[in-house]
């Protein structure tokens, strides 16, 4: 498809790279003075080019990495020919000012969640507001970012300041993909920790239960209970709840997520129609007219502020405002199912996931340590129980650590005493020796005097019974009887 032509003779020929161009006509690149390995690297690349471009292919990884090794005069007289793009220089570059990119990037995607357009406004407007909006985007460095970073921390707190600085990095990422900076300024930038547990509080049902009865209606009553006793996300899950999702018989209600949808299976899931749920959801349905489609009719205005309104209710109810006032229901929720159910089931139900849970929603509550408390208290009861249970055993059975053979040996020497003590009451003289153990001649009759001095006439040895052990012989050792 390619090949080589010296143009010039010498050490180092001047060469060019023929080949046939798309349009069927015979075309030429000059490389210049170079060694024949780079005229062949610079055939291999043209003809990958080539075939690139005949099947509207992208170029694979080794020969980008060749065109970007290129001088701008080589690439230039390559691109004239069609087989790459033009490689814009500093002059073709029009400045581009960080506010100007930020909003043709927000006007670009499709962001069909008015909530998701508002947060990206907010980041616009911090990064615009601290570095200008005549800045230069290519003129902000890492330095730039560390320190907007730390003048984001001092007046907000760490969550804020961690989802701000990812969007900013979301931003700069945007402007490196489209070659307008070579590098992300916040790529490196610390993100703080988004958990603040000091904003944690766990809503008891005692505290659920009075701010239900300074409900104003039931409606209001029942967004109180899907809060805290069906874990909803509120208001989105809350006013997209429908009655064709709710199952009677089932006891199961299907809940659609708008925070989730954009996930695959995240746009419903069902979950139980709890016992805690099931009065407030069926008062609002008796209230509800024939053919109405959604749940919550009320408070749909986009002016409706739920939150503003809870306050007021805790306050009638006679409670100090916990944090969060929406997500601590549902972690309260989440903390109180997880110790019932197992931690995967939970978050099917309540629609997240076990490392978000985890993080985000469990909490340890007074509950908790008053449980610990009593069950070391129990502990220590069965233990003080079981040692004394112990101790009188060992009173009661004092033996009872003695072996087995120390209690085998004691039974054979109280069997033998009785046979020790009548042999006692012989003479010495008149028994052979090795004979004057009772016990011993009972297991061994035939002794080893017995052996030396003779057997008896047929040849066997006297066992003489216990009973007969301390009568005295008729005969004198040394007689005939042993003759």
Same mark, same amino acid.
């Given at each position: 498809m390619a090949s080589i032509v010296k143009l010039r003779t010498g050490k180092q020929p001047l060469r060019a790279i023929d080949f046939t161009g798309l349009d069927g006509r015979r075309k030429r690149v000059r490389i210049g003075k170079v060694t024949r390995d780079d005229a062949l690297a610079a055939k291999r690349g043209i003809e990958r080019l080539l075939i690139s471009s005949l099947h509207g292919q992208d170029i694979d990884s080794e020969t980008a990495k060749w065109l970007a090794g290129l001088s701008d005069e080589i690439h230039d007289r390559i691109s004239r020919h069609g087989l790459c793009e033009r490689r814009k220089r500093d002059e073709d570059i029009t400045p581009t000012t960080l506010a100007s990119f930020i909003d043709s990037y927000i006007v670009s995607r499709t962001i069909k969640k008015d909530n998701t357009?508002?947060?990206?406004?907010?980041?616009?407007?911090?990064?615009?507001?601290?570095f200008g909006t005549d800045r230069l985007i290519a003129d902000i460095t890492p330095g730039d970012a560390d320190e907007f970073r730390h003048a984001l921390l001092r007046d907000h707190s760490d969550a804020?300041?961690?989802?701000?600085?990812?969007?900013?990095?979301?931003?700069f990422q945007a402007a490196v993909r489209k070659k307008i900076i070579t590098e992300n300024p916040f790529a490196d930038a610390p993100t703080p920790a988004q958990v603040n547990r000091s904003r944690e509080y766990f809503v008891s049902q005692d505290e659920i239960t009075k701010v239900i009865e300074a409900c104003p209606d039931a409606q209001w009553r029942l967004i109180a209970a899907l809060s805290r006793y069906g874990g909803l996300r509120c208001p989105s899950e809350h006013l997209a709840l429908q009655w064709g999702g709710v199952d009677w018989e089932k006891n199961r209600v299907t809940v659609r997520s708008p925070k989730t949808e954009h996930h695959e299976g995240g746009e419903s899931r069902v979950?139980?129609?709890?016992?805690?749920?099931?009065?407030?959801?069926?008062?609002?349905?008796?209230?509800?007219?024939?053919?109405?489609?959604?749940?919550?009719?009320?408070?749909?205005?986009?002016?409706?502020?739920?939150? @503003?309104?809870?306050?007021?209710?805790?306050?009638?109810?006679?409670?100090?405002?916990?944090?969060?006032?929406?997500?601590?229901?549902?972690?309260?929720?989440? #903390?109180?199912? @997880?110790?019932?159910?197992?931690?995967?089931?939970?978050?099917?139900?309540?629609?997240?996931?076990?490392?978000?849970?985890?993080?985000?929603?469990?909490?340890? #509550? *007074?509950?908790?340590?008053?449980?610990?408390?009593?069950?070391?208290?129990?502990?220590?009861?069965?233990?003080?129980?079981?040692?004394?249970?112990?101790?009188?055993?060992?009173?009661?059975?004092?033996?009872?650590?003695?072996?087995? *053979?120390?209690?085998?040996?004691?039974?054979?020497?109280?069997?033998?005493?009785?046979?020790?003590?009548?042999?006692?009451?012989?003479?010495?003289?008149?028994?052979?020796?090795?004979?004057s153990n009772p016990c011993l001649r009972t297991?061994?009759?035939?002794?080893?005097? #017995?052996?030396?001095?003779?057997?008896?006439?047929?040849?066997?040895?006297?066992i003489p019974e216990t009973s007969q052990l301390c009568q005295r012989p008729s005969t004198p050792l040394g007689s005939s009887q042993f003759a």
């Amino acid at each position: 498809m390619a090949s080589i032509v010296k143009l010039r003779t010498g050490k180092q020929p001047l060469r060019a790279i023929d080949f046939t161009g798309l349009d069927g006509r015979r075309k030429r690149v000059r490389i210049g003075k170079v060694t024949r390995d780079d005229a062949l690297a610079a055939k291999r690349g043209i003809e990958r080019l080539l075939i690139s471009s005949l099947h509207g292919q992208d170029i694979d990884s080794e020969t980008a990495k060749w065109l970007a090794g290129l001088s701008d005069e080589i690439h230039d007289r390559i691109s004239r020919h069609g087989l790459c793009e033009r490689r814009k220089r500093d002059e073709d570059i029009t400045p581009t000012t960080l506010a100007s990119f930020i909003d043709s990037y927000i006007v670009s995607r499709t962001i069909k969640k008015d909530n998701t357009r508002r947060n990206y406004v907010t980041t616009r407007n911090h990064l615009v507001g601290y570095f200008g909006t005549d800045r230069l985007i290519a003129d902000i460095t890492p330095g730039d970012a560390d320190e907007f970073r730390h003048a984001l921390l001092r007046d907000h707190s760490d969550a804020t300041v961690s989802r701000e600085i990812k969007r900013a990095r979301q931003y700069f990422q945007a402007a490196v993909r489209k070659k307008i900076i070579t590098e992300n300024p916040f790529a490196d930038a610390p993100t703080p920790a988004q958990v603040n547990r000091s904003r944690e509080y766990f809503v008891s049902q005692d505290e659920i239960t009075k701010v239900i009865e300074a409900c104003p209606d039931a409606q209001w009553r029942l967004i109180a209970a899907l809060s805290r006793y069906g874990g909803l996300r509120c208001p989105s899950e809350h006013l997209a709840l429908q009655w064709g999702g709710v199952d009677w018989e089932k006891n199961r209600v299907t809940v659609r997520s708008p925070k989730t949808e954009h996930h695959e299976g995240g746009e419903s899931r069902v979950m139980p129609l709890f016992p805690e749920l099931r009065p407030y959801l069926e008062a609002v349905f008796d209230e509800a007219e024939p053919g109405t489609k959604y749940v919550i009719t009320r408070y749909r205005q986009a002016n409706a502020n739920l939150r @503003t309104q809870l306050l007021r209710i805790i306050g009638y109810a006679g409670l100090n405002p916990w944090t969060k006032l929406f997500q601590n229901m549902r972690a309260s929720r989440e #903390t109180e199912l @997880t110790e019932r159910f197992p931690i995967h089931v939970v978050c099917a139900w309540l629609g997240n996931s076990t490392t978000v849970a985890t993080k985000h929603y469990l909490q340890v #509550t *007074d509950d908790h340590f008053k449980r610990a408390a009593e069950c070391a208290a129990e502990s220590a009861a069965e233990s003080a129980a079981q040692a004394q249970q112990k101790a009188q055993q060992q009173d009661t059975a004092p033996n009872s650590k003695e072996s087995q *053979d120390i209690k085998k040996a004691r039974e054979n020497r109280a069997e033998c005493v009785p046979v020790q003590q009548a042999a006692s009451s012989c003479d010495k003289h008149e028994y052979p020796l090795g004979e004057s153990n009772p016990c011993l001649r009972t297991e061994n009759p035939m002794s080893w005097a #017995t052996r030396r001095r003779g057997r008896c006439q047929d040849q066997r040895p006297i066992i003489p019974e216990t009973s007969q052990l301390c009568q005295r012989p008729s005969t004198p050792l040394g007689s005939s009887q042993f003759a």
